[in-house]
């Protein structure tokens, strides 16, 4: 099955995490992505959400897969700030490798935030992200 970011919002939870464990990582991507908030996944609410999160507070994230690193979008007018350290590890889900985004040791504001990714098509990846080990939301980046 082909998936894009529409499809994704349409997804429920558990069918969310059957993708995400059943994905190889990919490489670890450069350049920059749409990213995609994914909230109340298979309800009628979750593209609505989506929507207004993309354009009050998250837009995507830019990654230099050189330096191992990224920013994320942020806010109204997409300021790149809040940075991570990029780079491979055991999944918090299932322990199987993804991508890890990690802000502990970058960010005073996400320190306690933890974002995972793997690469489910071409240029698409789906994410986990982590507060203190306790999962909040999924999300998608579009490159």
Request: proline residues 4%; neutral net charge; charged residues 25%.
């Amino acid at each position: 099955m082909a998936y894009d970011v529409a499809k994704l919002l349409t997804m429920s939870q558990s069918e969310l995490d059957a993708l995400f464990t059943n994905s190889a990582p990919g490489n670890i991507p450069d350049g920059e992505a749409d990213g995609t908030a994914i909230v109340a996944p298979g309800t009628t609410y979750s593209s609505t959400i989506a929507k207004f999160v993309s354009h009050f507070a998250w837009q995507g994230k830019v990654f230099d897969a050189k330096k191992g690193v990224l920013r994320n979008r942020i806010l109204p007018f997409g300021l790149n700030a809040i940075l991570a350290k990029v780079y491979k590890g055991p999944s918090w889900l299932d322990g199987k490798e993804c991508i890890v985004l990690d802000y502990s040791d970058t960010s005073i504001i996400a320190h306690w935030i933890r974002d995972e990714i793997r690469q489910i098509e071409p240029g698409l990846y789906l994410g986990k992200v982590y507060w203190d080990k306790k999962r909040l939301i999924d999300f998608a980046l579009k490159f």
